[in-house]
DNA sequence: TTGTAAGCGTTATCAA
DNA sequence: TTGATAACGCTTACAA
């Protein structure tokens, strides 16, 4: 319903018979006026119902006291939690966050990181490593702290904060060998660098082995039905499979559900390895194995290297490789 | 890495040897400037990678031609898919979307409100239907297109895009008494307006086919570990329990899990209903039976209703009522 | 304690 | 086709 224009300072001054200026100042520091002023001004913005508008404070300082999030989905815990590590920091500090997701596309990574710049972000946190040519360009020229989280890229743009995603597949799957299993089958999705990077532990693992890795893929956005096909898949081409290592829990549970409508008993007909370490894995029965991975913690490392950046200071890790574990799941 | 500043137009303008205003000109509608204008400026702005500064427009046009959407949780398939309806249609019309959450917190709610207006979002859309009196007034004044959507509040602040979650409810829950249940409990997390509406909606069918209505709920978040404790709490407060409706897709998969760990079959000794009808629920054996609501949908028409009043036409439907389904599951 | 003036980077408007 | 000027709302620096 737009209706009349929100009010101004000015409009809190010409109200109080003051200037602008002098409201301004209270806004920032109320003890700074006099204190029948004070009272004036209060009042006055109270009816007014006066909203502090910052675009132009950032034009003039082109500094807003926000931080960009760009994260690739919206329905994932693992990007919830370290949102919530981010902004844990980042709220003590008194800074805002925006959030934006890219859907996994480098292209509307672009475009986001232009709606972010645009709007005069002081810092970014990215969670991919891929970047188009024009991505990395603008983020070049715009001169913020960046960080790249969630996986550690070869050559980081600037920070970077994340974890040995090939070390713990090629820990996980030496265990789920070592617990008597000779075909094991890496079940993948989506194939963003994270899930090749998992490949690449798996295929180490197996072949320092002696055994044959063999993956099972697909294209499509990794769910819990997709892990059912994924299964059914597995079985078809490698009818031995007795072992399967995914690539993210929502994949293994869907495996575990369909393994309980094959009939096959989990650990002992399939085992079943995830990763991330989500709720719905210590749902199952057995409880699901996986890969814990400190989201949150990485969020909080991400947002504090930024603000060190801000304040000038040289952050004692820009580039932070923090431990994964395995939890004690019963699917292996 | 902050280092030089970012290129202006008049840096541009500068090395051309024109007026910023004849760059500006060119970043809008290069036809309008002299051909060989344009070859200068374009090989400028490619050679000092300029990036767009839109908060000078925003500014002097006090429109952002951006959109807000308050979330309260960025883990929630639901969201996720209303955020992309939105993004349809925004996209579309060269909107751009800002996004922040909640937590399902009023206060924290309050703050991305005045966050997002101090950014000068055009238009807002707001999932919740509760609100501090100071969100409220803060919405009052920035006078500015407001949809509240997921639910239709009972006194709109201004558009409504929601679904009858109390019908929903009553139907499904009566379909279970029909299918010859007589103990239903409901089973409920977090107690926000939505859980309460589906309570309403619970209770009216038990009460209609003279059964005595249960509830168990917690004020945790819901979580699938967490419907496997309802399910035991319920189990000791009623033991006669021999259906419950969940108030979501993860705590009635979490309850299908520890049937399956405690014997109990679904839906013979216990039937089993949901809402939202995630993916979770179709790679369930069986698969769950649960409430369609049309996220998606909501977040189109939503969008398209706060364009519509931005280009000063009035919505067809200002509050709007859409359909809900219930699946064909076989948990009941 | 309060006021004045200038400036942030863009665009609308009017002029050349 | 291009330019000059003013304006958007706030803050910094300086003045009273």
Redesign the pocket.
Known sequence: MPQG?????????NKV????????????SP????????KKIAAAIETLG?????????????SSKTIGVLVPSLSNQVFADLVQGVEAVTGEEGFDTLIAHTGYSEAIEEEKVALMLSYQVDGLILTETRHSPRTLQMLNQAGIPVVETMELPSSPIDMAVGLNHEAAAFHMVSAIIASGKQHVVYLAARMDSRTLLRKTGYEKAMKQAGLQPAVVATLAHSSFTQGGELLKEALTQHPKTNAVFCTNDDIAVGVMLRCKHLGLRVPEDMAVAGYNGLNIGEAMTPALTSVLTPREEMGRVSATNILQSLRGERPATPVAELPWSINDGRSV
């Open positions: 224009k929100r009010p101004t300072l000015q409009d809190i001054a018979g003051v200037t602008k200026m002098t409201v301004s100042r209270y806004m920032r003890e700074s006026v006099a204190a029948s002023t004070r006066y909203i502090k508008n910052r675009v132009p404070a950032i034009l003039s300082k082109s």
